[in-house]
Structure formats: structure tokens, C-alpha cells
């Protein structure tokens, strides 16, 4: 019913940027927020960043200064804007929504097909 679609994954060298896109399709009443979850090989999952549509925002403590997270609420997109990247960065990458759809007042939450962002030195 919902999809989520990312872009923007690849390779980079140390200190160089990357740009991630989610965009939410499907029966869409409302998205209450948006995430960026991220899985290193052999590390939990984390969460990168965060909004919600009334625009508050949070970091892992890892990214504040380097990531920006950015929502358009009137196409259903958020990005994620990676500068300084780490060799530590170095994960798939995974959009995230908490979704109320159409047909019900609950909220559900949906994963994207998650984007490899790996980091040279």
C-alpha cells in the first residue's frame, strides 16, 4: 500500500559528500516523520536523523555538524545530505516513515530497500 523509495547510495573518498532521497508513494492519509536508520556490518542498527512534519529535528550524536536531514511535506520526500564523510559512515542506509494511511487513523511504519554508502581513506 505505501512504498518507499531511496537514491543516492554509492562510493566516496574521505571528506566527501553523498546525497540520500526517499520518496513515500501509495495511500497516504498523512507521514507523522520521517528517519534514516543506518547498519554497519557487524553493528545494530542506528538512528542518523529525524522529522517530524512540524519540523523538529535530531542527530546521532556521530553525524551533528556533517548530516542534515530535510523534509518536503507536500511531495513526501526526505534527504539526507551527508558532507565530511567518515570511513566509520560506512553502512546501508534505510529510509524510514511512520505512515497513517487512507483507509485507518493507525499509524504504521515502513521501510525503504535501503542504500550502501560506503566511505574510502
Known amino acids: 500500500q505505501v512504498q518507499l523509495v531511496e537514491s543516492g547510495g554509492g562510493l566516496v573518498q574521505a571528506g566527501g559528500s553523498l546525497r540520500l532521497s526517499c520518496a513515500a508513494s501509495?495511500?497516504?492519509?498523512?507521514?507523522?516523520?520521517m528517519a534514516w536508520y543506518r547498519q554497519a556490518p557487524g553493528k545494530q542498527r542506528e538512528l542518523v536523523a529525524s522529522a517530524t512534519t512540524g519540523g523538529s529535528t535530531n542527530y546521532a550524536d556521530s553525524v551533528k555538524g556533517r548530516f542534515t536531514i530535510s523534509r518536503d511535506n507536500a511531495k513526501n520526500t526526505v534527504d539526507l545530505q551527508m558532507n565530511s564523510l567518515k570511513p566509520e559512515d560506512t553502512a546501508v542506509y534505510y529510509c524510514n516513515a511512520v505512515v497513517v494511511l487512507t483507509t485507518t487513523v493507525y499509524q504504521f511504519r515502513y521501510w525503504g530497500q535501503g542504500a550502501q554508502v560506503t566511505v574510502s581513506s
Open positions: 501509495g495511500s497516504i492519509r498523512s507521514i507523522n516523520s
